[in-house]
């Protein structure tokens, strides 16, 4: 049943009069949970508690009171209860965070700072570093003129891993320096809010353009980029080793190389910069160093320059991307005496880096150029046995070997020497390109019969080259109907005026590149089958038919697929071709080709048409001569075992 309010104050107040405290707690308890908006009572049972020396269950009746007074608007009758509370408790956090909120909201800044100041010196006596922290907030949000509050309360919370804190206090910080005109001490506040919003690009190129206007380029330099520093070659050059530090070699590679172009003089920077990045272990890097400033070189035609800077590098790091640049300085600058040594290296990098396929089209190569060198032969036996090949000896003999087996019954006559052909344009092969051949029928006269040497001439004949290319077996399924435009009257020829006609590549000429690439890429890293299969889709494209099937049919050549490295290195000269030793190239491996696989005629005529247009390429002239001197009886062989 409900309790008589003044019977229950009486008997307490009789029970206090009498000394028995705890019966006048014990009835005012029960009265206060019979009327909990009773603020006299609980006010009563606070003080009777302080009397009982129970002072947390004091505060509590206090604080009860307060925060329901203050919810309730009457602020001036809450703080009076939550300064008694705390008069019995001097370390009671919530009277002191509560009597620091009132005083901020009524502008008595200084007493909620004193509160605060009061609460954190408690919390550091028992080692509350968290609560301490959350103490120097406070204090910096509670002025809105402090900017020495904020960056201490910002640069807390940022120990803290309160980034979006803190970022808010400097910036609070950087306003209130501004309004102050204290402009050294905003731009400290800036730095430090893009140091903690490294995606705001605006702020950091800002923050650049104010250090460097206040000559302050070191502490510029996290937050340069290649758009905030103009022209300056300094600023360039420490953007370029930022970047280059950072893992972002695009960006420093642009960076450096317009460095360079504005400055020539400043190559040395980028070469220190090469050399502290050895110095750390970073060889790829430091190449990447070294590849611009071979650029510059190349840039300049300087192709001694550019040969020397990788020569230096490689000789200390046979780095596979570095080599194959060297290679390609090689090839541009007709460096011939010095390609077998750089291939070497190329070979043992690819090797070391297990791409032991690659490394087995180079061993194969140097052997077949150089069959005396036993180093050649050693590299060969070791490629091979990464390979898994059963019998590398049978490999190795066969390249080595003087004198091919030549079944093909025919006679050459001992004073030949293949005319120099017309080329009216820069595309070869075309319709209208035809090689000089002694002893051979040619399209249009009468065949020989089945089986019988050739009929004896005794002056040069000529032999359609077209007509050889013609025979080949095309990949299946590559072969598409493909306009030939003819030469043009400048004389350019098929190859460019149909690099022309690509720079309107569509979807499917876009798809083709895309995979081209990509097989370069399963090439670099030993997904040889994956390659072969976005080689043979980027052959179908004209732009890249014979980049992709040259490089499909040579890595056939190098798994002794003589079949398809004649199909698709015939493919590859099939289509539009571009002039100079890389076609070259290409015909003389397919001459190889179709001479393993024996096809000699057809072999003879590539070679003998290698030797006309390039007055002799690789040894060319040598296996002709193998050819001519190892069938020259031939035929008076077999019209003696027919009489």
């Known amino acids: 049943m409900p309790i008589d309010r003044d019977a229950a104050l009486k008997t307490a107040e009789r029970l206090l009069r009498q000394g028995k405290l705890d019966g006048a707690i014990e009835q005012y308890v029960r009265l206060v949970d019979e009327h909990p908006r009773d603020w006299s009572s609980i006010n009563a049972l606070g003080d009777l508690y302080v009397r009982a020396g129970d002072l947390d269950r004091a505060v509590a009746q206090y604080v009860r009171i307060a925060d329901d007074l203050l919810a309730d608007g009457s602020v001036p009758k809450a703080t009076a209860l939550y300064r008694k509370a ?44 968290q609560g301490v922290a959350e103490c120097i907030i406070r204090l910096a949000t509670i002025d809105e003129h402090d ?71 070191e502490r ?66 430091a190449y990447a160093c070294v590849e611009i400033l071979v650029d510059a070189a190349l840039f300049e035609a300087a192709f001694g320059r550019a040969a020397q800077l990788l020569e230096a590098f490689v000789d200390r790091h ?19 005496d010095r390609m077998s040594a750089v291939q070497a290296k190329l070979a043992d990098a690819y090797l070391e880096a297990g791409q032991a396929a690659e490394a087995r089209v180079i061993a194969e190569d140097l052997l077949s150029r150089e069959p005396t060198v036993e180093l050649h032969v050693l590299r060969l036996h070791r490629v091979l046995a990464a390979l898994g090949v059963d019998d590398p000896d049978a490999v190795v003999a066969r390249l080595r070997e003087t004198a091919p087996l030549f079944e093909d019954l025919f006679e050459l006559s001992e004073s030949y020497q293949p005319p120099a052909a017309d080329r009216s344009t820069s595309g070869f092969p075309s319709d209208e390109v035809r090689v000089s051949v002694f002893g051979m029928a040619v399209p249009g006269e009468t065949d020989p019969s089945p089986g ?39 004389g350019r020829g ?84 571009p002039p100079g030793d890389e076609l070259h190239g290409v015909l003389y491996d397919l001459a190889d080709a179709l001479d ?24 060319v002239r040598t296996r002709i001569e193998q050819m001519r001197r190892v069938t020259a009886d031939a035929p008076r062989s077999l019209n003696r075992e027919r009489r």
């Open 86 to 129: 705390l008069k019995v408790r001097s370390d009671h956090e919530h009277t002191l965070v509560r009597l620091s909120e009132i005083a901020a909201r009524q502008g008595l800044l200084a007493d909620a700072k004193l509160y605060l100041r009061q609460l954190e010196q408690h919390r550091k006596k028992r080692g509350d570093e």
């Open 147 to 217: 900017g020495d509050a904020k960056i201490t309360a910002a640069n807390l919370a940022e120990r803290m891993g309160d980034i979006a804190q803190a970022v808010t206090l400097f910036q609070d910080a950087a306003a209130i320096y501004e309004t102050e005109k204290r402009a050294a001490d905003a731009l400290d506040a800036h730095i430090a809010v893009a140091r903690l919003s490294p995606e705001d690009t605006r702020l950091r190129d800002a923050v650049a353009r104010a250090l460097i206007a206040a000559g302050q380029i």
């Open 220 to 285: 510029a330099q996290p937050f340069l980029s290649a758009d905030n520093v103009g022209n300056n070659v300094d600023l360039l050059l420490a953007v370029g080793r930022n970047a280059l530090h950072a893992g972002r070699n695009a960006e420093a590679h642009a960076t450096l190389m317009r460095a360079v172009a504005l400055a020539p003089d400043r190559q040395g920077a980028v070469a220190g910069l090469s050399d502290e990045l050895l110095s750390a272990g970073r060889v790829a890097d």
């Open 318 to 336: 046979s780095l596979v991307p570095a080599l194959l640049k060297l290679v390609d300085v090689y090839v541009d600058a007709g460096f011939d």
């Open 452 to 490: 019988l040497p050739p009929p004896s001439v005794s002056e040069h004949s000529e032999i359609d080259l077209s007509s050889v290319l013609a025979e080949l077996h095309i990949p299946p399924g590559v072969v598409e109907s493909r306009e030939q435009a003819p030469p043009t009257d400048d």
């Open 494 to 577: 098929i190859w460019d005026d149909r690099r022309s006609r690509s720079a309107g590549l569509d979807d499917r000429g876009a798809e083709a590149h895309a995979r081209f690439e990509r097989a370069q890429e399963r090439l670099r890293t030993g997904h040889v089958a994956d390659a072969s299969a976005d080689l043979q889709a980027a052959a179908r494209e004209p732009a890249l038919q014979f980049r992709a099937a040259a490089q499909l049919g040579r890595l056939l050549l190098s798994r002794d697929d003589l079949t398809g490295a004649v199909e698709w290195l015939g493919w590859a000269v099939a289509g539009p071709v």
């Open 596 to 619: 393993r696989a024996g096809e000699s005629v057809r072999a003879l005529t590539l070679f003998m048409e290698l030797d006309a247009d390039t007055g002799g390429y690789r040894d």
